[in-house]
C-alpha cells in the first residue's frame, strides 16, 4: 500500500541525509512499526509522506502512484496520517474535530452530507470514543486525546493509517488498548503504519518492524528477526538482553543498568 | 430551529435596528417609520435626501469597515493560529499610516490620494512582512510566528518613521495625520462606500471560499498537510487577502483599531468554531460594533467628533472582557 524505494532527504544546511536511502513497503492488513534512536529520522519519514519535506532522491508510492504525482488533497484520501506535532490554536468539540478528517473527501463547494457525518460517527465509534464526541478538545485526558486524533485519522477512510508516536504520554493500559485498536483495524484490512520508541510493543502487535539509525535502515523483518540484542545494542549503543514475553513468546527487549563501579574499599583493618 | 440559527436571526436584526437608529440619529432626529420610508423614497424630499445623501452612506460604509475587519481578523487568527494576530498587528495599520501621513506631508491633502497612499503603504508593509518571515523562516518557509514577529516589527519601524515625519511637520499637517490615524467614517460618500464594497465582496468572497482551508490550518502545518492541505499556498493567499482586506477598510476610515481583533473572540464564544459561519458572523458582528461606535463618535458630544478607532476600543474591549471570561 505504502512503498518506500531508496528514500533521501536533506535538510537544510545539514552536512549529512536525515534519511539515506530507506526502502520498505507497508502492506494491507497488518502494522509496520517503525522504530529507531532520536534523530534516527522517524519524523522525517512521516514528513516526507505528506510532502512536508521534499525527496533528494527515491520516490515514496501510495497504491502503486508516486506522491510527486498525486495532489496532496489525493494523498490525504489515500493515507491517513497523524503527525507527531500538533498544536490546534482553538479549542472544539471532539466530533467538529474529528469531521476535519472528512476535509479532502469534500469538493470547494460541497458541503457535508449525510455520508460525511455517517463517516465521521462510525470513525468516532470505532476509536471508542462515541460518548466524548460532544466534549471539549482541551477537556481530554492524554488517552483520550490520542484516541481523537485517531478517530480523525479514520474519518478520512483511507486505506492506510499511519501515526507518529501515538503512545506518547500514555499509561500502560492506555498503550496496550491504542496498540490492541490498531491491531484489529489492521486486522479488518488497513494498513498501519506506526512509528514509536515502544519497541516491545511493535514487537507483540506488529509484522514488520523497520530499525532506523542515523537515517539508514538497520534491520527489516518480523520482531524476531530484527530484535537480536548485538544489532539493538550497537543501535542504541546500550547494553541490553532480549527474553520473551511469557504469555505470547514474542520477543521483548529489557534495557540494563550500566555495571555499577566497584564500591569504595572499606577501611581494613590489617 | 438549532440553537445556532437563533444565533444569526437575533443577529442580524440587532443589525437592523441598529442600522435604522443610526440612520434616525443625528442633528435632525428622524423616527424609524420614517427612516424606512425615506429609505424606499418616501415622504419629505429633505429628510429622504439627508438620509440617502448624508447619513446612509455613513451607517453602510461603517457597517462594511467591520465587516471587513472583522473577517480579516477571524482568517488570520485561524491561519496563524493565533488569537492575537489581527491586521493590524502584520502591519497594515504601520503601513498605511507611513503612506497618508507621507501623503499628507507632501501636501497632498484630498482625500482620494491620502486613501491610495494608505492603501499603497498597507500593501508595501504586508508584502514586506512576508518577505522578511519568508527570508528568516526555517528552509524558506513563513513560519506563522516569525510572519507575526515580522509584522510587529515592521509596524515600529513605521511609527518610527511617522514620528520622524511628523517631528518637524508644521501644525496642519499633524492635526491631519492625527485625525487620519484615529479613524472616521465622516468622510462617507456613495462612491467610497462603493469602492469598499467591491474589495470587500471580493475579498470576503475568496476568504469564504478559503474557511474550510483555514479550519485545517488551524491544526498546524503537519496535520493540515496530512489532511490535504496545499499548506505554503493556502496560508499565504488567506494572509495576502486578509491583509488586502484590512488595507481597504483603512484607505477608506483611517485606522480603526481593536475590531479585527476582539470580534472573531466575541464569534468563538457564541460557540462558533468552523471559519465559514465565523467569517460571515465575524462580518455581521464587526459591521454591529462598527456602526454602533460611529453612533457613539458622533452623537456622545455634539457637535464634535470622537475619534472612531477609540470608540470602537471602548465599546469593544469591556464586551470582549465579558465574552472573554464566558469562553474560558
Partial sequence: MIRFRDVAVRYARASSRALDGVSFDVAVSGVTGVAGPNGSGKSTLVRALIRRQPLESGSIELAGDS?????????ARRVAVAPQREEAAFPTTVREYASLGRYPRLGLWESAGKSDEVAVERALERAGVSDLADRRTDELSGGEWQRVRIARALAQEGRALVLDEPTTFLDLSHEMSLFELLHSLAAEGLAVLVVSHQL?????????????DRGKVAAHGSPDEVMSAPLLESVYGWPLVVSRDPATGSPALVPLRRPSPPPPSSPSES | MSHRGWHWIVGITLFVVLCIVAVG??????????????????????????????????????????????M???????????????????????????????A????LNADAA?????????GVAVVLALVVARAAGRGGRGDPRTLLMAGVVIGAFANAVIMIALANAPPNTIRGALWWM???????????????AISISIGGGVLLVLARDIDVLALGEEPAAALGVDVDRSARTVFLVSALLASATVAAAGLVGFVGLIVPHIVRAGGIRRHRPLLAGAALVGASLVVAADLAARTLRPPAELPLGAVTAVLGVPFFLSQLRRAT
Fill in chain 2, 182 to 196: 484615529m479613524g472616521s467614517a465622516g468622510d462617507a460618500s456613495w462612491s467610497s462606500v462603493a469602492a469598499l
Fill in chain 2, 114 to 122: 491620502v486613501s491610495l497612499a494608505a492603501f499603497a503603504g498597507a
Fill in chain 2, 72 to 102: 480579516s481578523g477571524g482568517a488570520l487568527q485561524g491561519s496563524l493560529r493565533n488569537g492575537l494576530a489581527e491586521p493590524y498587528l502584520l502591519g497594515v495599520s504601520g503601513g498605511a499610516a507611513v503612506g497618508a501621513v507621507v
Fill in chain 1, 67 to 75: 506522491i510527486i504525482s498525486l495532489s496532496q488533497r489525493e494523498i
Fill in chain 2, 25 to 70: 440619529t443625528g442633528p435632525i432626529p428622524i423616527a424609524p417609520r420614517d427612516v424606512v420610508n425615506a429609505l424606499f423614497g418616501r415622504g419629505e424630499q429633505a429628510v429622504v435626501a439627508i438620509i440617502r445623501e448624508l447619513r446612509l452612506p455613513r451607517v453602510v460604509l461603517a457597517s462594511l469597515i467591520g465587516a471587513g475587519l472583522g
Fill in chain 1, 200 to 212: 516491545n510493543l511493535l514487537a507483540r502487535f506488529a509484522r514488520d518492524v523497520v530499525i532506523l
Fill in chain 2, 104 to 107: 499628507l506631508a507632501l501636501g
